[in-house]
């Protein structure tokens, strides 16, 4: 990968982030957090210009102020519901992000893309019905979220039945890792504590990250098709 330095770095950080979590310590959150997004985003921003490089830019920028804000939701409610709007949005840019990309088939498998579309509903109905009776003045917000991010993963399995192997993979699989993310968070939260919640939040987060960033890229390659 053009500049593979990034992308290393990165999965250094990510590691000793999750160790660090994994130990307890917290608070160190503060600290290590806010660096990870903007480092994979160098990633992306110094590989070669290609058309929706500056929508993934885009998404990683929200993503990164999403992580920041939710640092601080000790503070107070608002803090998470500013988290939670921000992430809404980059799932919103990730959606047009994953529309615009190059397809080599003009149709998609349509019995396999329905039974999938219906899986990603059921998710959905399963999560909000779970969650509803403990979200309170949050239900509508969060339901509003539950239906983004899974219509973030339809878009993401559409790809991976139209676009080019193995950037339909990863981006497809990044999605999926998105959606675990965001499901312990949510049930952690408003239904039931799990233990070490913040350790697979965030392994299953960086993950997330690091597969749509590398995803996307595989999907712009050079003309000489570039290894990445």
């Known amino acids: 990968m053009r500049n593979s330095s990034f992308f290393k770095i990165y999965l250094a950080f990510s590691i000793v982030y999750l160790i660090i979590l994994l130990s307890g310590y917290e608070r160190f959150d503060l600290f290590l957090k806010p660096i990870l997004i903007p480092i994979i985003g160098f990633g992306a921003y110094f590989y070669r210009k290609f058309p929706t490089q500056n929508i993934l830019l885009a998404a990683l920028v929200l993503s990164w102020l999403g992580d920041v804000i939710l640092l601080f939701t000790d503070l107070g409610e608002i803090y998470f519901i500013l988290g939670l709007v921000c992430f809404l949005t980059a799932h919103i840019v990730y959606c047009v992000l994953f529309n615009k990309q190059k397809r080599i088939r003009k149709r998609q498998n349509k019995p ?67 959606i675990i993310s965001d499901s312990i968070l949510a049930v952690n939260k408003f239904y039931t504590p799990i233990p070490k919640s913040s350790f697979f939040i965030m392994l299953t987060y960086l993950l997330a990250q690091y597969l749509i960033v590398v995803g996307v890229l595989k999907l712009n390659p050079k003309k000489e098709q570039q290894e990445v």
């Open 112 to 178: 396999l893309f329905i039974f999938g579309s219906v899986l990603i509903a059921f998710y959905l109905i399963g999560m909000v019905s779970v969650l509803m009776p403990h979200l309170g003045d949050l239900e509508i917000p969060v339901s509003i979220y539950a239906s983004v991010i899974s219509i973030m993963l339809l878009f993401a399995f559409n790809g991976f039945l139209v676009w080019e192997k193995p950037g339909n993979q990863l981006v497809f699989l990044g999605a999926i890792f998105f």
